[in-house]
C-alpha cells in the first residue's frame, strides 16, 4: 500500500484515503468513513500517535508524574467534549429559522451567507486546509474538558452531541495555523511532502495525542485544577489562541448540539426573550432536553 492507502473494509483492497468508493471493480463499496477519519488511520499517524505517545508516558514516569499523568488522562475520557463558537445572531438564526446544516466556510461564501475574509486572511486559510485536506471541507471546533469555547469567534458556546463527535470528529494537536507555520519551519515541510505524522487522531484517541501535546505542562506543573486550561486557553485572540483543534466531517445540525452558553451579561436579557423561549420548545419537541447556561467571561 502507498502512504495514504487504507484497506477496504469488505474487501481489503488499498484505496486512497480521498476515494469514495472502493477501486476493486469486483467490490465497488462504498466507503463510508469521514475522510479525516481515515486521514487520521493511515499507518504512518497511527504509528508515529502510538510511538510519541509511549515515549511521552515514559519521560512522564521517569520524571514522578505518573499519578498526575493516570489523573489528567482520566479526565480526558470522562470530561472532553467539542465546543463551537459564535455570533449570537447567527446562533438564533441558525436554531429557529434557518435549521438546516451549518455550512463550512467557503459554502457560506458562494452562497453568500457571509462576507469573503480579507485577500490575506482567506489566502492562508485556503492554502492551510488544502495542505491538510486536500479538496474536502472541514467544520472547525475545538476540544475542552469545562465546555468553554474560542470566544473569539464569537460569546455563544455550543457544546457538541458526543456520539455525533465520536463518529465524525478528528482532532489536530493545535490550531491548524500554527501547526502549518510549526511543521515549515521544523521540518522544512513542503506540499509535495507527507505530513509530519503523528500530529492527528480520531476522537477515541483523544487521551494519547492530549498526552503528547501536554507532557511538558504536566511536568512543570501537575496541579489537575490546571488541566483545562493545557487544552484550550482561550484568550480572545485568535492570533494568541491556544487549543486542540476538532474537525467535524458530516453535515452537522442544530439537533447535534447537546448545550448552549452564553456570557452572564448576556442571560438575564435572554430569560424574558419569546426566541429563547420558542427554542427550547422546539428543542422539546424533537425529543431533546436544551440546557442553556451562563458563563463568566
Not at 476515494?19 to 469486483?26: E, L, V
Not at 504536566?218 to 487544552?231: A, G, H, L, T
Not at 442571560?267 to 432536553?289: A, V
Request: hydrophobic share 40%.
Amino acid at each position: 500500500m502507498s502512504y495514504y492507502d487504507l484497506p477496504c473494509d469488505q474487501c481489503g483492497h488499498p484505496n486512497d484515503i480521498n476515494w469514495d468508493i472502493c477501486h476493486n471493480k469486483d467490490c465497488a463499496e462504498t466507503i463510508t468513513a469521514p475522510f479525516i477519519i481515515r486521514l487520521a488511520s493511515i499507518a504512518a499517524e497511527q504509528t508515529a500517535l502510538n510511538d510519541n505517545y509511549r515515549l511521552a508516558k515514559t519521560q512522564l514516569g521517569s520524571k514522578g508524574k505518573g499519578n498526575a499523568l493516570m489523573i489528567f488522562e482520566d479526565m480526558i475520557d470522562r470530561q472532553a467534549s467539542v465546543t463551537m463558537t459564535a455570533p449570537v445572531d447567527f446562533v438564533f438564526d441558525w436554531f429557529l429559522r434557518k435549521k438546516d446544516a451549518f455550512l463550512p466556510y467557503r459554502k457560506q461564501v458562494e452562497l453568500k451567507i457571509r462576507e469573503h475574509a480579507t485577500y490575506v486572511n482567506a489566502k492562508k486559510r485556503s492554502y492551510v486546509d488544502s495542505a491538510i485536506f486536500a479538496d474536502r471541507e472541514m467544520i472547525f471546533g475545538a476540544m475542552t474538558l469545562d465546555e468553554t469555547g474560542l470566544t473569539s469567534y464569537g460569546p455563544v458556546i455550543m457544546i457538541l452531541n458526543t456520539k455525533f463527535v465520536r463518529r465524525n470528529t478528528g482532532l489536530l494537536i493545535e490550531n491548524s495555523f500554527n501547526f502549518h507555520d510549526r511543521i515549515v519551519e521544523e521540518h522544512k515541510w513542503t506540499v509535495n511532502d507527507p505530513l509530519p505524522a503523528g500530529n492527528l487522531c480520531v476522537w477515541n484517541e483523544r487521551q494519547k495525542l492530549a498526552v503528547i501535546k501536554c507532557k511538558e505542562q504536566i511536568v512543570s506543573n501537575d496541579d489537575s485544577s490546571r488541566f483545562s486550561e493545557y487544552i484550550l486557553k482561550s484568550t480572545g485572540d485568535r492570533k494568541t489562541d491556544e487549543f486542540m483543534e476538532a474537525y467535524i466531517d458530516a453535515e452537522f445540525y442544530p439537533a447535534m448540539v447537546e448545550k448552549l452558553k452564553f456570557p452572564a451579561d448576556l442571560i438575564t436579557d435572554f430569560e424574558t426573550n419569546p426566541d429563547l423561549l420558542e427554542y427550547k420548545l422546539q428543542f422539546e419537541e424533537l425529543g431533546r432536553k436544551v440546557i442553556v447556561e451562563s458563563y463568566a467571561k
